[in-house]
């Protein structure tokens, strides 16, 4: 088990009392509603950003905990009930809000990145993940700096390990992101530049040299 108390920077936007419930969560599961302990780590990770790239960390915390201590896997199961619940209505979180989305989708990849079964990516989430990167990659999505920018991160951090679960949807994917070039109403240049590094990235078997990193990375600062 991780050292919970590094967690601990990475709840105080909470009151007091679910402060308490994480705190002991990541300490002593069993003592807790580890139910009520999953839905307030989603709920926080849709409105919460920097939260919601944290999460994952959380969650692993609380699942080793777990373990140890009994065995179970009670709050892996909440968790990904209540991803699943959200993920039905993903559609609507964009809609409403593409902070939500953006949050969603990232707290989604979180996981998958963290959380494992036998050092294997959890099944279950392959196709969740998979479908939220391949909406970010639709025509309407790639208009929106901020959607790009999300789905580049997350393939930097799971795409070679989501890539290992299924190659024929990463091909899918990356064939969406260079079809996306050619849409009469072009991707600014900005996500432009972003769509090609992570096609480059991924070409070179999700490694940048270092004149392509200096490249890129120079021209996002200018």
């Known amino acids: 088990m991780e050292n919970s108390h590094g967690e601990d920077y990475k709840i105080q936007s ?44 959380i969650c692993y915390t609380i699942v080793q905990a777990e373990s140890k201590q009994s065995g179970n896997s009670n709050f892996r199961r909440g968790i990904l009930n209540r991803l699943q619940q959200e993920f039905l209505v993903k559609e609507q979180v964009r809609e409403g809000s593409v902070n939500a989305w953006i949050c969603l989708v990232t707290f989604i990849c979180n ?69 996306g070039f050619l849409l009469q109403d072009r991707p600014s240049p900005l996500s432009r530049l972003l769509l090609l590094e992570i096609i480059e990235f991924r070409a070179g078997g999700w490694k940048m040299s270092d004149s392509a990193q200096t490249y890129y990375y120079s021209e996002v600062v200018d």
């Open 111 to 179: 996981v998958f990145d963290y959380l494992k079964v036998n050092n294997m990516p959890m099944m279950a989430l392959v196709n969740p993940v998979y479908d939220c990167l391949m909406r970010l990659a639709q025509p309407d999505a790639l208009q929106n700096e901020e959607e790009v920018d999300c789905l580049v991160q997350q393939l930097h951090r799971i795409g070679e390990q989501l890539q290992r679960t299924c190659t024929q949807r990463m091909d899918d994917l990356f064939c969406l992101l260079r079809d």
């Open 14 to 57: 909470f009151d007091a009392d679910t402060q308490k419930l994480l705190k002991m969560a990541l300490k002593e599961p069993a003592l807790v509603d580890l139910e009520k302990v999953a839905s307030v780590i989603v709920e926080q990770s849709l409105k919460d950003l920097v939260f919601s790239k944290e999460a994952g960390r």
